[in-house]
């Protein structure tokens, strides 16, 4: 889990996902200028750590600003068999079907990342969560990593 504050600790806050040693997939609209990533779970009674952002990289193309953004950790974060902390995958272009949540947090199945958070959810379960698919945008996530 990563968390991504979006103001002050009593606003609004974004979750994240590691998807790389040092690259983690966020909603767009959890950008602001002092953006950094915690990793850790609160509710774990560990030390967090605050990573500062190196880069960000949002998406766009012709119709606007979608929203997914791609977080650049200023160092990289993961050893690869850590326990401490989980890489989670992308999933391949023939895994990717539409996926069935604070914005930015991950929609994950079988370690695979499918989904990010469009919007604050609410803390009840009366209203759907919307995702945004990362099967459509896999390409770009690649791209902007060099895979």
């Known amino acids: 889990m990563v968390d991504?504050?979006?103001?002050?600790?009593?606003?609004?806050?974004?979750?994240?996902?590691?998807?790389g040693q040092d690259w983690v997939l966020t909603a767009a609209e959890c950008d602001n200028p002092k953006l950094v990533?915690?990793?850790g779970q609160e509710e774990a009674m560990e030390k967090r750590e605050k990573i500062k952002i190196k880069q960000r990289h949002?998406?766009?193309?012709?119709?606007?600003?979608?929203?997914?953004?791609?977080?650049?950790?200023?160092?990289?974060?993961v050893k690869w068999?850590?326990?401490?902390?989980?890489?989670?995958?992308l999933p391949s272009k023939v895994d990717c079907h539409k996926p069935k949540g604070a914005a930015g947090g991950g929609?994950?199945?079988?370690?695979?990342l499918y989904g990010v958070v469009?919007?604050?959810t609410k803390?009840?379960?009366?209203?759907?969560?919307?995702?945004?698919?990362?099967?459509?945008?896999?390409d770009w996530i690649?791209?902007?990593?060099?895979?």
């Open 4 to 19: 991504v504050p979006k103001g002050p600790p009593t606003e609004i806050r974004c979750g994240g996902t590691l998807i």
């Open 37 to 39: 990533a915690i990793l």
């Open 58 to 77: 949002t998406y766009q193309d012709m119709s606007g600003k979608h929203n997914l953004m791609l977080l650049k950790l200023d160092r990289p974060k």
């Open 81 to 89: 068999f850590s326990t401490k902390y989980q890489v989670i995958g």
């Open 107 to 112: 929609l994950i199945y079988n370690s695979m």
């Open 118 to 120: 469009k919007g604050s």
């Open 123 to 138: 803390a009840s379960c009366s209203s759907p969560v919307k995702f945004t698919s990362v099967c459509k945008y896999r």
């Open 142 to 147: 690649l791209k902007i990593r060099g895979k």
